[in-house]
């Protein structure tokens, strides 16, 4: 995020594209419908199906799955036209405008709804709400980036905020709600095939040298595979694979490939505090640590890294995480810190961003990077006055499609997600009676008219079927899909969406199409082979 979650009640208009808030970040939800009820915040919500912030919305555009590149930059090419842009912060911050205006034109209200069905007076409606409202942030999710053409997505997102001068600003900027705890901390400390820490490219040969020197090993200056393409490879270039605190066996698209690819390796290691479905597969299990039962930060979705205390006392046959592959790397001839706080250090002497943060500096509230120094407050806002790269750059984008569509065979969209009650793969909210008993199993959304014409009523056993699998699970019937769209959450291993999601991946992040894919619905018993 560019900006932090407290400033939400001070954005004078808010848009949410490919983010089910209230479910998926349902402490930050609140704070959102929050500023709309007692802080005066317009709010327009963007989403192929009827969420719960449509309730609290000025305005809902219900776009085609897929078609976020269109209704983004429609909103921009309305803007630009009614002279709505912010003409000074494009002026002085931004770059690239010529050829990013010609591509603009394309996108034309009437073209826009062509590819998304959203009416051009809905999309003017929004475009001025949003760009004469005053500051306006964005927000968005996994609905955004989890596309065959996902890092366009991000792209006409910040288009639309440098256009109407919302980045550098308090209550705007371009905000990604990261999808798991500690997933930007990841990110931070290298937990990415391209770069090391605080996103030093590992291209680059200064960095290199640096970690090199750090780490006393020689490291390579060529970037890694991410996950998705590990998987293929599995057998095959790769012939061992270490998965720590992921279940790629749940969470990843084309389950039934997945399976195959990892039956293949000679050695499946698995780390977690469960046996998940991926450590069923494994060769070895080593069980570590809860949250509850660590020292250490977590750096959240605003760029607040905090410092966390155990709550609990391991027991049984259990590790830390940090000892366990501290005790690796000293049987592959390397000795690593074997303290939390010791971790820390060396976490920070290498990361710029990280730099001014000491564990006592972070027992109250935590700090957000960058904290160059440690008489540095932390930086609420990024890009104040300007940006790291100098110019903004305002990039020129074309519309593609989705990677797979419907047809004969194949008549409605799937989409996959997250429900309120469960988390990601399930490995640990499954295992609560409490959420069970609300939630016990998965289910398939499907709209009234597409299940009258298929027979099919609530509560009814159906099969959703794919060009890569099927399952069976029951139908709940609503209005909140539109016509022809289905919509799987895929914490169920019983009926697991991700047998059915399409591994297309986007060309530049590789991240899997999940949101989009060709799929057939019937009554269980009737279903075609």
């Known amino acids: 995020m560019t900006n932090s979650m407290a400033e939400v009640v001070k954005s004078k208009v808010i848009l949410v594209i490919g983010s089910n808030t209230t479910w998926n970040h349902p402490v930050f939800g609140s704070l959102m419908k929050r500023a709309v009820k007692h802080h005066g915040a317009k709010l327009i919500v963007c989403d192929p199906r009827r969420i719960e912030l449509c309730d609290f919305a000025h305005i809902w555009l219900q776009q085609r799955n897929g078609s976020d590149v269109a209704l983004l930059s429609g909103l921009q090419y309305i803007i630009l036209h009614e002279g709505w842009e912010n003409a000074s912060y494009i002026r002085e911050r931004c770059e690239g405008y010529e050829e990013y205006r010609k591509a603009i034109e ?86 990415l095939p391209n770069v090391f820490t605080a996103y030093q490219p590992v291209t680059n040969p200064a960095a290199v040298e640096k970690f090199s020197k750090a780490w006393g090993a020689p490291l390579s200056a060529k970037p890694g595979m991410t996950l998705t393409e590990m998987i293929p490879a599995a057998g095959d270039k790769i012939r061992a694979l270490y998965v720590l605190g992921e279940n790629p066996m749940m969470s990843d698209p084309n389950l039934h490939h997945v399976e195959e690819s990892l039956e293949k390796l000679d050695l499946l290691v698995v780390q977690d505090i469960f046996l998940t479905e991926t450590a069923r597969l494994a060769d070895v299990v080593l069980p570590g640590v809860s949250f509850a039962e660590k020292t250490g930060t977590i750096t959240n979705t605003e760029r607040r890294v905090q410092l966390t205390w155990p709550a609990l006392v391991p027991t049984g046959n259990v590790r830390q995480d940090y000892e366990i592959v501290a005790d690796l790397a000293k049987r592959f001839g390397h000795d690593f810190p074997r303290t939390p706080e010791g971790l820390f250090e060396e976490m920070r002497r290498l990361t710029p961003s990280y730099a001014g943060m000491t564990y006592r500096r972070l027992e109250r509230v935590g700090l957000q990077w960058p904290c160059p120094s440690e008489d540095h407050p932390g930086t609420k806002v990024l890009h104040c006055g300007k940006f790291a790269r100098g110019l903004a750059l305002l990039t020129p984008l074309s519309y593609r499609p989705p990677a797979e569509v419907p047809d004969g065979e194949f008549d409605m969209v799937l989409s996959t997600g997250r429900i309120l009650q469960h988390y990601h793969t399930g490995s640990m909210t499954r295992r609560s009676s409490i959420l069970n008993l609300i939630v016990a199993a998965g289910h398939v959304e499907l709209h009234p008219e597409d299940a009258r014409r298929a027979g099919i009523a609530a509560d009814d056993r159906v099969v959703v079927v794919t060009r890569r699998g099927r399952i069976e699970t029951r139908a709940l019937v609503t209005q909140r899909v539109a016509p022809g769209s289905i919509f799987v959450p895929f914490h169920f291993a019983e009926a697991a969406a991700n047998r059915l999601t399409n591994d297309a991946l986007d060309p530049v992040a590789k991240i899997p199409e999940y949101k989009v894919c060709a799929a057939r619905i019937e009554r269980a018993g009737t279903a075609k082979a």
């Open 106 to 191: 394309f996108f034309t209200p009437e073209k826009v709804e062509e590819l998304t069905g959203v009416k051009p007076a809905d999309l003017r409606a929004a475009a001025e709400l949003f760009a004469r409202s005053g500051v306006g942030a964005l927000y968005y999710c996994m609905g955004i980036t989890q596309h065959s053409h996902g890092v366009d997505n991000v792209k006409a997102c910040v288009n639309l905020q440098l256009i109407t001068g919302n980045i550098g600003v308090e209550g705007g900027g371009v905000n990604p709600l990261r999808g798991q705890s500690n997933v930007q901390g990841a990110c931070d400390m290298g937990g």
